[in-house]
Every structure is written in structure tokens, then in C-alpha cells.
């Protein structure tokens, strides 16, 4: 995944935070001066999900990775083709989605 380097910073990638955090669905609230996002995990058929990760943003740079994430999904839709969100059927007892608060 290519990302763009702000001029002049060095950025470092530890170990532990290169392995990632597996995340299925993300809770999102908003005060007038910050954004907190929760990634979760939530397993089938289970009605709790586990917070793994809390990242805390401010406006402006939450509306930068929304730019930055609709630029990535507008190129990996060109090469490898349009990602489909299946609609959840009317009876289906599946909690939440990624991005459903």
C-alpha cells in the first residue's frame, strides 16, 4: 500500500504495531473538537465485540483519511474491480457493520 510521506519526516514502522489489529466493525462518535474511532472484533454469533484499537483524530484529519481512503478505494476498484456490499437479508440477526455505529 503506497502512502504519501509529508517532506522532511522520518516515519518508524515497530514490529509489533506491523503485525496490524484485525478489525470487522468500528464505532465512530464525534465531539466538536475530536473524532474517536473504536475497532472492534466481533465474532459470528456472538452479541459482544472487543475494542483492539482506539484512534483519536481531529476534525480536519479525519476529513484528510476520508479523502485519503475514498482516493485508495477509487484506485483499487480500478485494477481490481468494483467492491460489492451485499445487503444484509430483511430476517438476518447479524449485528452491526463496519462503519455502523
Known sequence: MAETQPAG?????????AEGIYSNLVLINHSTSEFVM???????????ARIKSRV??????????????Q?????????MGKIEIPM???DSSAGPKMGEA
Open 38 to 48: 473504536d475497532f472492534a472484533t466481533m465474532m459470528p454469533g456472538m452479541q459482544k
Open 71 to 79: 482516493e485508495n478505494i477509487a484506485r483499487y476498484e480500478s485494477a
Open 9 to 17: 519526516i522520518e516515519i518508524e514502522l515497530g514490529e509489533t504495531v
Open 56 to 69: 483519536i483524530l481531529t476534525p480536519e484529519h479525519a476529513k484528510r483519511l476520508l479523502r485519503t481512503l
Open 88 to 90: 444484509p437479508l430483511p
